[in-house]
């Protein structure tokens, strides 16, 4: 099993992001092929840093690192 992070850092319109995050991007991610789940944080991110400099972060896990760069390698990716 191998994942990937994502982090996103705060968006100035964190509604505009969220809209869009949601209704485009994520539908587009979950059909990477390979891809095993697809999970986003929920809530605040906190970091030692104050404010945390990061909105939300994507947790993708594929079966390998080599699935992973396949995905990644595709347009969707």
């Given at each position: 099993?191998?994942?990937?992070?994502?982090?996103?850092?705060?968006?100035?319109?964190?509604?505009?992001?969220?809209?869009?995050?949601?209704?485009?991007?994520?539908p587009?991610?979950?059909?990477?092929?390979?891809?095993?789940?697809?999970?986003?944080?929920?809530?605040?991110?906190?970091?030692?840093?104050?404010?945390?400099?990061?909105?939300?972060?994507?947790?993708?896990?594929?079966?390998?690192?080599?699935?992973?760069?396949?995905?990644?390698?595709?347009?969707?990716?």
């Amino acid at each position: 099993m191998a994942k990937l992070l994502v982090l996103y850092k705060a968006p100035a319109d964190i509604a505009a992001f969220d809209r869009y995050y949601f209704d485009k991007h994520v539908p587009i991610a979950k059909k990477l092929p390979g891809l095993q789940h697809y999970e986003v944080s929920r809530g605040t991110v906190s970091t030692l840093a104050d404010p945390a400099p990061y909105h939300l972060i994507a947790m993708l896990t594929f079966g390998s690192l080599a699935a992973i760069r396949a995905a990644l390698a595709l347009p969707e990716g």
